[in-house]
């Protein structure tokens, strides 16, 4: 391998990664020597927040054919890596706001800023314009953080704006990556017809008959609506009857998720 400076840096930085899912595996007390299905990455859904990861567009760690993907394996000991589009599962982005520059060029609105930001209410705009308190904001006034929660058996890594875990139950992982779909699926509509984080919900699941009989929904209805602070119930469609809303994924299994405030 011929090492350019810029694959230079992406080494560095992939060097860094790799330390972190060490450690990752020590905080759980997994042995570096016991093989592992997967490394499980969690990321921000580009298509709804219009961000991209730096590191994974660099790394191209979901191209079986990326250099820096076999190297990542080898040094985990891990068979294969599974990317998924669902950080917001874990996270809320929470502005931050610069109140040294805001106080230079709105002094008057401080005490409203400051309000808003600690609710985190703001808006951004198709164009990525930032809006709070009635103003706009301009660069180096606002930042972004991430607040993290509910991470359980994996890790936040902030530099990389990325959560990690491992689980070396392939069976286990495909069920386990399907529920965080549908989790992720509530949250995001959560969100879409603005529900505060810790507001309950009334949830609807449609499934076809395939996925109505199968376990994986029925034996984790507890967990997800403990996780997601809802109140669930499984309803049974045929597959013409499902709505546009639905998730496809392993095995063919489909579901369409309704959300709605709870009745008093």
Known sequence: MTYTNEKVLIMDDLRKFISY???CRQNF???????????????????????VNEFLLRTRLSNKDSQYREILLNALQVKDILIIDCLEIYSERVLKLNFKLLGARLPHKIKELKLAAKNNDFFITED???????????????????????????TYVEEFDL??????RIEDLKEEYFINLVKGDIQRQRKEQGFAIGDK?????????????????????ARIQRETL???????????????????????????????????
């Open 201 to 221: 919900v009334d949830i609807e699941i449609y499934s076809d008959k395939y996925s109505y009989e199968d376990t994986w929904l029925s034996n984790n209805v």
């Open 128 to 154: 990525k314009i930032v809006l709070i308190a009635e103003e706009e904001l301009i660069d180096k006034e606002y930042s972004y953080k991430r607040q993290v929660s509910n991470l359980g058996q994996c």
């Open 21 to 23: 899912c060490l450690q």
């Open 163 to 168: 959560v990690i875990g491992f689980d070396p």
């Open 230 to 264: 809802s109140s669930i119930t499984l309803l049974c469609f045929a597959d013409e009857e499902l709505s546009d809303s639905v998730l496809e994924s392993l095995n063919n299994r489909r579901v369409a998720i309704k959300i709605k405030k709870p009745i008093d």
């Open 29 to 51: 007390k997994i042995p570096l020597k016991q093989p592992l299905a997967h490394l499980i990455i969690y990321k921000s859904n580009s298509l709804e927040t219009g961000e």
